[in-house]
């Protein structure tokens, strides 16, 4: 049947890619269709139960910052909060939260729920509808056709799934989930080039069974940390306790044993797996001479006794997964409450799409997430908020926006996948980053929240906050510049304590700011006492402290505008270009990049090779 409406925008998939497109396009006031196999499973976490970490948090608070979900219902399922690299500079900083699955999952659907502009459909999608070269909808596995100007595809794992358990296979799109069989059929047909990858899972283990004397624990910090920038402390649940321990001669000797029937070494998975989060047998095999791996014990949520060992994913048969977690300390009398399994899946090449997610070939038609050969969920919710946001400005007939490296890692993300492409699991870290300094987790919504509320993403509650926070800044740093210091006073000597030598002149507090050896609070009250919010005040002192490597960073991006500036036509004939390599030309004519800056990113184009394109460029006028 056809289904009585057309949509401005049509979502497949209700992971954290789709969930953030579908809420995107909605909040900017496209009608909004979320089709997914199961309204039950909307946000779930089909691996490990936390949000953030390294290069990770980044992209949380860039969502967060653009009105995104992840976020919020972070802050309302986090059972564990910590700041890694909480010593090093603020630009590797990072919040990563342990979250209870099923508060997550609930907070996500209640958002999708309360959404105005958003509609959801529990069916499968199996077939698109494509006139010429333009996608016009959606036809769901009861044969309901839907319309739409634009679809935005947030598949994950799930096209062409296979989960393997030692030599067993079968098709699935995550443990319990049936696989999108038709749907990746449909898309093969299409002019996309596509591969496969893998990723995995460690056996999930009853905490009844276990022996928390024999496991080191490991509390989150106190204060606690809030992921968004409109949480707060007193709204997460419960704090939880995880735990350490290790894997150690034995578990590797059972591991090895067994290699003869995993399907990774015995040939029957062929995808890539994420070379940053290895199985454990792709441990011991790797790093031969290592004896012990540290396994991180998490509960998975307050009201549940299951535990994610964080370490030992595996795809090893059921009754090696049983040896080997029995081999563990506190492990010894464990039971398997579900096994470790891997799962092989289609992803598209991400060099045929534009920097908006847009595919090159279908006009309308958008990826985000796994299926662009990414891995992680802050990855995918990413790409899905920027995807579900070029769709709704397609059906608006409103430009694109693609932020660019210096502006977010969403920024990085993209044009990573676009110009590179990838041949194994992407997730994010800071180094991707060459701007870390000015792509802070803390300052995601100086950079973004303005553009989100021009694009129409940010409500009138998160531009209230934002505004009165930067005015905030505006007015504590002002405050600081005024506040003179004489030597020789009570004020001088509040400081001096700290620093090498008595101050010779006068300084405003806010050069003494910048100073190593002080921190904010020891110059907020040398005049009256400061009454700032503790994120203003983190502003103003990294602001302070790193002025001279920012305004650096400032002044490169500027030297390099003039590439970022210069368009290459997308029917450009690299074989045209005399001097450049076959290769360099391959490569370009592969990629097809949209800009000068982004050709010079493509890997193995030299500064020589941009050098010819620019003469060539010129050259067209
Ligand atoms: P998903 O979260 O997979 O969501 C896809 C959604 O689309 C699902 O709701 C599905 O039901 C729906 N869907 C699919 N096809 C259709 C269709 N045709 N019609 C309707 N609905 C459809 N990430 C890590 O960072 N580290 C890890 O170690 C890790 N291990 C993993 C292990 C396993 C076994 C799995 C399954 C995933 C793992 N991941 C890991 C990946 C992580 O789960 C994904 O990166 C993330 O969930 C991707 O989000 P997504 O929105 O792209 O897809």
Known sequence: MDYPKTYDVIVIGGGHAGTEAALAAARMGSTTLLLTHNIETLGQMSCNPAIGGIGKSHLVKEVDALGGAMAEATDLGGIQFRVLNARKGPAVRATRAQADRALYRSAIRATLEHQQNLEIFQQAADDLIVEGERVTGVVTNAGVRFRGKTVVITAGTFLGGRIHIGLDSHSGGRAGDAPAIALAERLRELPFRVERLKTGTPPRIDARSVDFSALEEQWGDTPTPVMSYLGARSQ??????????????????????????????????????????????????????????????????????????????????????IQLVQSIRGFENAHITRPGYAIEYDFFDPRDLLPSLETKFIQGLYFAGQINGTTGYEEAAAQGLLAGANAALRAQEREAWCPRRDQAYLGVLVDDLITSGTREPYRMFTSRAEYRLLLREDNADLRLTEVGRELGLVSDERWAAFSEKREAIAREERRLRETWVHPKTTQAAAVETKLPKPLAREYSAMDLLRRPELKYADVASLKGEAVVDERVAEQVEIAAKYAGYIDRQRDEIERLQAYEDTPIPADFDYSNVSGLSSEVKQKLGDTRPDTLARASRVPGVTPAAVSLLLIQLKKRG
């Open 236 to 321: 997460h649940p419960r704090q939880a306790c995880c735990w350490i321990t290790h894997t150690n001669s034995a578990t590797h000797e059972v591991i090895r044993e067994g290699l003869d029937r995993s399907p990774m070494f015995s040939g029957d998975i062929e995808g890539v797996g994420p070379r940053y989060c290895p199985s454990i047998e792709d441990k011991v095999h790797r790093f031969a001479d290592k004896s012990s791996h540290q396994i991180f014990v998490e509960p998975e949520g307050l009201t549940t006794n299951e535990l994610y060992p964080n370490g030992i994913s595996t795809s090893l048969p059921f009754d090696v997964q």
